[in-house]
T-cell receptor, first 113, second 110 residues
Framework: RKEVEQDPGPFNVPEGATVAFNCTYS??????FFWYRQDCRKEPKLLMS???SGNEDGRFTAQLNRASQYISLLIRDSKLSDSATYLC??????????????FGAGTRLAVHP | NAGVTQTPKFQVLKTGQSMTLQCAQD?????MSWYRQDPGMGLRLIHY???????DQGEVPNGYNVSRSTTEDFPLRLLSAAPSQTSVYFC?????????FGSGTRLTVV
């Protein structure tokens, strides 16, 4: 079983649509959680952190359910510029007190006019 | 404010050749790491370093070596390139405000 699993998509949606991505993780001891955005042939960039209480940044809302080991990202009023791959990322602490990022394979979003 | 700089951006190698992928950061981050990204898979950790002189293996270390002689630089060496090492390689450094990735090196081994 992969440590972080995502639906690969692609999700093809019209402008203005609301789209939701889901992610599950296997390690219940995981420390923190993120969504990264990766444009075609570019490096991943942090979109937002994910907190148990849920958090919102403009049109983007992230939720974490620790009991179900489930993370979600909701994008409202989709824009053409939202087209990208969205990576679910889990931060695990390992021996020595250091952290490492575990990446899902990503969910591809294509927003069309 | 360069962040993380990777060179080269593109490279084609023949099987058996060796090369070094360069990574430098100017943010004084202690933690640096190398990932590879293959189609349909998430980024996978190759090696990481928690400070100058300290390195350790990640998830997929075979065929790669690293060293960390300074805080700024963390080169990745391919000892004897194989077609299975065809991939996109990302270097990242981490500080208080999360991870910063370099722009990547696209490596093809023929």
């Amino acid at each position: 079983r992969k440590e972080v699993e995502q639906d690969p998509g692609p999700f093809n949606v019209p402008e203005g649509a609301t789209v939701a991505f889901n992610c599950t993780y296997s390690n219940s001891a995981s420390q923190s959680f993120f969504w990264y955005r990766q444009d075609c042939r570019k490096e991943p960039k942090l979109l937002m952190s994910v907190y148990s209480s849920g958090n919102e940044d403009g049109r983007f809302t992230a939720q974490l359910n620790r009991a179900s080991q489930y993370i979600s990202l909701l994008i409202r009023d989709s824009k053409l510029s939202d087209s990208a791959t969205y990576l679910c990322v889990v931060n695990e602490r390992f021996s020595g007190g250091y952290n490492k990022l575990i990446f899902g394979a990503g969910t591809r979003l294509a927003v069309h006019p | 404010n360069a962040g993380v700089t990777q060179t080269p951006k593109f490279q084609v190698l023949k099987t058996g050749q060796s090369m070094t992928l360069q990574c430098a950061q100017d943010m004084n981050h202690e933690y640096m790491s190398w990932y590879r990204q293959d189609p349909g898979m998430g980024l996978r950790l190759i090696h990481y370093s928690v400070g100058a002189g300290i390195t350790d293996q990640g998830e997929v270390p075979n065929g790669y070596n690293v060293s960390r002689s300074t805080t700024e630089d963390f080169p990745l060496r391919l000892l004897s390139a194989a077609p299975s090492q065809t991939s996109v390689y990302f270097c990242a450094s981490s500080g208080h405000y999360g991870y910063t990735f370099g722009s990547g090196t696209r490596l093809t081994v023929v």
